[in-house]
């Protein structure tokens, strides 16, 4: 019995240990007057968040930052099981889908930000301010030339649903999930109709995330997928992979990203002051350069660098599908259930 | 100590009866679970049929001639089903063998065989899927080059691959019920059977298997209920081959967010509840007696059957079936951890990092979740734990009136899918009625309770059912009173069983998935989820990292369990 005390003694004094990770970072000096906590909702693959957290807490170390990761659909999901309560969880969104921002911005929650660089922006914003484009992410396709050789397989989205030397052999992201999927499928169908999502589920297209699509790339069980740019770019620089981007023929899909606050009736912290300062950080030349090591482009005109070797920006805009964010707004349940339906196995 | 009649009432007080404090522990419990079980699943219930207003099935018309969830619906039922046949075909044979025969390594088998039980189960679905995919899975080519096959033998994202996880995870369920069911079956009839010159096969035939029948059937519908709950494996080997259950149709309908999507998650969730506590209240009409899983205590010696010039073959047989169905699923996922590349060869050149082990134990969300985990888990069990001993003297010692109420929630609470608890939860409990706890540790608690209790209290009250109550007696007989008593006598007593107890209901909360993919909030996440998630969403390495590690802290604390008790615990 002496014995089954002394154990469990131990094990509750090491278990305390846990809590005493978690409590070590506390910022200590006053820094421009700003303090307090700042909860981020986003949609951001938990490899940036880490790295953009990190900066922010040496740009902000008076702020207490925390950023809580759900793909775009579930964070949507809550806001709106937070709105019929009454108060929201968060102080900032920076999820991937530009039609959220209007959704947001009708619904009142939202609150304006005027910054002074906004004549820098090489891409659509709010002019009221209450939503800024602050990333860049471009739905491209990507394959292993390890593996595969690029002739052999679909260069452009067309062919990448209507091409059968590729059946059950492609991947691609969940749009009841994931808003840069909604908005692709909502491009898709605009340029290619709803026959367009019949054509992928006779493709057996896998519905899965990034990471598991192009793990199956690196495998070879999948031959071609459609992918978000960053993702490839991030395994390239940091995995040394040789997987590739194909900058589709018929038009990449490209997703501005925004930026939003909630104003102080909504928000938990209230923090008006940090969101202030958080958001003119993010479209500053130095949160911008930020967003580019983190594999995603630029929405300045004054700092143009591509991520990692991805081209140019004014390169990719050359060439693109258009989306329609109003319709997706309006059309999102029709555009999630007509896919679920169309890629469902018969 | 075999107690002759453990029915007897240890005291007969003629107190005012609603001062007792046993009918008020009974009213403290059956108060909570009527607030937090049975009231959430009646809204649920009531939300599906009265969704307009006014009783309509337009819900259910509705849901259920959508065909993405009639397809859902035939896939649970055939998945479940199948499931359940072969975990049992498995099941009794490997306790057969394991219990009833020399078979070399009985020991080792049987824990390994038992640990998978203690392992989440959409670890085995993460390891399958590296595996067995039909294109570069690395069974399937290993497979390919010895029987110079033209393609790849098997797929696992079809009806059959969905079985096998299923199966393959879930036959210890059948395993452990039938093994400590053989384990207190009078031998003697087996012997008479030997002794009146029945091969070992016929008495096998004849005499185990007939009297096995109750427990089979138990071990049976526990196998079927179980699968048909399953979120983890369909969503992560079933969804990309588009093979959807009614599980991942439920979240999939909560995450659209819509009041319609809710009302449709109802719906569906209805029907997964109807289906399991029928085939909970068939199982229970079934044996007559419940089952327990207690701790070990050999009572009698079973004759153990000589396999004689079987004993080799059929422990290779049993040892290529550990290394398929365990050992090799566990290794690819530790494999996967420190690869950098999955495809090439973990030993090709500068392919293994530590990488993602640093990272998982460094990166915040994934730290504030472990700790999210242990202290709802220990929340859990300490709580559960509690009730199951209040339970378990209530239920072995007393003979008040209503006892079995509680009894019959707490089992009932077990047998529900842990997404009807969560789903029922979360609409009742988000302020519509006074208490709002959404979104809080505490309701993630009180949902792993409500599933996971029973398992606790089964193990206390066999503990209690082995213990006179005349050693209590005497205590009180030689002055102590009756606090005194439980604390020098009884609770000595039955230590290792409320230490096995505690775990029981540990284990499970501590690396619990569904439940947590709905309750959880912005600081509530949970191991179970943030292991879904890297896997899903972020990077497969790390969450295989992650899974190591809850497979390593679950067998090392197995392993701390049995070096405690002296080997007196065992599942």
């Given at each position: 019995m002496k014995k089954l005390f002394m154990v469990l003694c131990v094990l509750v004094i090491a278990s305390t240990l846990v809590f005493a990770a978690g409590s070590a970072e506390k910022p200590k000096a006053a820094d421009g007057g700003l303090s307090g906590k700042l909860v981020i909702y986003t949609s951001m693959y938990d490899d940036v968040i880490e790295a953009i957290d990190e900066t922010l807490e040496k740009v902000f170390p008076t702020i207490d930052i925390e950023f809580f990761y759900g793909g775009t659909g579930t964070l949507q999901a809550k806001i709106a099981a937070e709105v019929a309560a009454g108060k929201l969880g968060c102080d900032m969104l920076m999820v991937a889908d530009p039609s959220y921002a209007l959704e947001l911005k009708a619904m009142g929650v939202l609150q304006p930000i005027m910054i002074n660089n906004a004549a820098d922006l090489a891409f659509d914003y709010d002019k009221e301010g209450y939503w800024y484009p602050v990333r860049i992410s471009n739905m491209v396709l990507a394959y292993n030339p390890g593996k595969f050789s690029k002739a052999d397989i679909p260069n452009s989205f067309y062919d990448f649903a209507y091409d059968k030397r590729v059946e059950g052999m492609i991947s691609m992201s969940n749009p009841l999930t994931s808003g840069t999927a909604l908005d692709t499928i909502s491009a898709l169908k605009d340029k290619y109709g709803y026959e367009y999502f019949t054509a992928l589920g006779q493709q057996k297209v896998k519905i899965e995330s990034g990471s598991v699509a192009l793990t199956k790339l690196e495998t070879g069980e999948c031959k071609v997928i459609m992918i978000l740019e960053e993702s490839v770019l991030q395994k390239r620089e940091m995995d040394r992979s040789k997987i590739e981007v194909i900058y589709p023929t018929d038009g990449t899909i490209v997703v501005p990203s925004p930026i939003m606050s909630i104003n102080d009736q909504w928000s938990p912290n209230k923090n008006s002051a940090a969101a202030k300062a958080v958001t003119e950080w993010f479209m500053s030349e130095e949160g911008q350069k930020n967003i580019v090591k983190a594999w995603m482009h630029s929405v300045s005109a004054k700092y143009p660098t591509p991520p990692y070797d991805a081209i140019p920006t004014k390169e990719i805009l050359k060439n693109t599908i258009p989306v329609d964010w109003q319709a997706t707004v309006t059309l999102r349940e029709e555009l999630r259930t007509k896919f679920q339906e169309a890629v469902a196995k018969k | 100590m075999r107690a002759l009649n453990p029915q007897a009432p240890l005291n007969e007080e003629k107190?005012?009866?609603?001062?007792?404090?046993?009918?008020?522990?009974?009213?403290?419990?059956?108060?909570?679970?009527?607030?937090?079980?049975?009231?959430?699943?009646?809204?649920?219930?009531?939300?599906?049929?009265?969704?307009?207003?006014?009783?309509?099935?337009?819900?259910?018309?509705?849901?259920?001639?959508?065909?993405?969830?009639?397809?859902?619906?035939?896939?649970?039922?055939?998945?479940?089903?199948?499931?359940?046949?072969?975990?049992?075909?498995?099941?009794?044979?490997?306790?057969?063998?394991?219990?009833?025969?020399?078979?070399?390594?009985?020991?080792?088998?049987?824990?390994?065989?038992?640990?998978?039980?203690?392992?989440?189960?959409?670890?085995?679905?993460?390891?399958?899927?590296?595996?067995?995919?039909?294109?570069?899975?690395?069974?399937?080519?290993?497979?390919?080059?010895?029987?110079?096959?033209?393609?790849?033998?098997?797929?696992?994202?079809?009806?059959?691959?969905?079985?096998?996880?299923?199966?393959?995870?879930?036959?210890?369920?059948?395993?452990?019920?039938?093994?400590?069911?053989?384990?207190?079956?009078?031998?003697?009839?087996?012997?008479?059977?030997?002794?009146?010159?029945?091969?070992?096969?016929?008495?096998?035939?004849?005499?185990?298997?007939?009297?096995?029948?109750?427990?089979?059937?138990?071990?049976?519908?526990?196998?079927?209920?179980?699968?048909?709950?399953c979120y983890g494996i369909p969503s992560i080997i079933g969804v990309p081959g588009q093979i959807h259950t009614v599980t991942t149709r439920i979240i999939d309908f909560v995450y659209i967010g819509s009041q319609e999507g809710l009302t449709d998650a109802t719906t569906l969730a209805v029907f997964l509840m109807l289906i399991a506590n029928v085939v909970l209240y068939l199982s229970t009409f079934s044996i007559g007696k419940k089952q327990y899983i207690t701790v070990s205590g050999k009572s009698t010696r079973p004759n153990i059957v000589d396999l004689g010039r079987w004993r080799i073959p059929i422990t290779a047989l049993v040892i290529i079936f550990a290394l398929v169905v365990v050992i090799i699923p566990f290794v690819t996922v530790a494999l996967s951890s420190?690869?950098?590349?999955?495809?090439?060869?973990?030993?090709?050149?500068?392919?293994?990092?530590?990488?993602?082990?640093?990272?998982?134990?460094?990166?915040?969300?994934?730290?504030?979740?472990?700790?999210?985990?242990?202290?709802?888990?220990?929340?859990?069990?300490?709580?559960?734990?509690?009730?199951?001993?209040?339970?378990?003297?209530?239920?072995?010692?007393?003979?008040?009136?209503?006892?079995?109420?509680?009894?019959?929630?707490?089992?009932?609470?077990?047998?529900?899918?842990?997404?009807?608890?969560?789903?029922?939860?979360?609409?009742?409990?988000?302020?519509k009625f006074g208490i709002n706890i959404y979104n809080t540790l505490t309701i993630m608690v009180i949902a792993y309770m409500i599933k996971y209790m029973m398992m606790g209290m089964r193990t206390v009250v066999s503990a209690l059912t082995q213990i006179s109550p005349s050693l209590e007696e005497a205590s009180q007989i030689s002055g102590a009173s009756?606090?005194?008593?439980?604390?020098?006598?009884?609770?000595?007593?039955?230590?290792?069983?409320?230490?096995?107890?505690?775990?029981?209901?540990?284990?499970?909360?501590?690396y619990e998935l569904t439940m947590s993919t709905l309750l959880y909030s912005t600081n509530t996440k949970t191991l179970g989820y943030e292991l879904y998630t890297y896997q899903t969403y972020h990077n497969q390495q790390t969450a295989s990292a992650l899974a190591t590690a809850i497979l390593f802290t679950v067998f090392g604390i197995n392993w701390l369990l049995n070096k405690l008790t002296d080997g007196e615990f065992s599942i």
């Open positions: - | 107190h005012r009866w609603f001062l007792d404090p046993k009918w008020l522990i009974i009213i403290a419990i059956v108060g909570f679970l009527l607030v937090f079980q049975v009231f959430p699943l009646v809204y649920l219930v009531f939300r599906a049929f009265f969704s307009t207003g006014t009783f309509s099935l337009e819900a259910f018309k509705r849901v259920y001639t959508y065909p993405l969830n009639w397809s859902a619906l035939t896939n649970t039922v055939v998945a479940a089903t199948f499931s359940m046949i072969f975990g049992v075909l498995i099941a009794f044979p490997l306790a057969w063998l394991v219990g009833r025969t020399n078979l070399y390594g009985k020991k080792f088998f049987r824990t390994l065989f038992v640990a998978t039980y203690m392992v989440p189960p959409y670890v085995g679905a993460m390891a399958w899927m590296r595996l067995l995919n039909p294109t570069v899975g690395s069974m399937n080519m290993f497979l390919q080059k010895i029987f110079n096959l033209g393609s790849a033998p098997f797929d696992i994202y079809t009806m059959g691959g969905l079985i096998w996880v299923l199966t393959g995870f879930y036959y210890p369920y059948a395993f452990i019920t039938i093994s400590r069911a053989m384990e207190k079956m009078d031998p003697s009839l087996e012997e008479a059977s030997r002794i009146s010159g029945a091969s070992p096969l016929t008495t096998l035939r004849t005499i185990t298997l007939p009297m096995m029948l109750p427990s089979i059937v138990a071990a049976a519908l526990l196998v079927f209920v179980a699968a048909g709950s420190i690869t950098v590349n999955l495809g090439e060869s973990v030993f090709a050149e500068g392919n293994i990092t530590w990488r993602y082990w640093e990272r998982i134990f460094t990166r915040k969300s994934i730290i504030n979740s472990a700790r999210n985990s242990l202290v709802s888990a220990v929340m859990a069990a300490t709580f559960g734990l509690l009730v199951s001993c209040m339970m378990a003297y209530l239920l072995v010692r007393t003979n008040i009136k209503g006892k079995k109420i509680p009894d019959f929630m707490i089992t009932v609470g077990s047998g529900t899918p842990s997404v009807v608890i969560a789903l029922s939860l979360i609409m009742s409990m988000s302020g009756w606090l005194r008593s439980m604390k020098n006598v009884t609770l000595p007593l039955i230590a290792p069983a409320l230490v096995a107890g505690w775990f029981l209901i540990f284990m499970p909360c501590f």
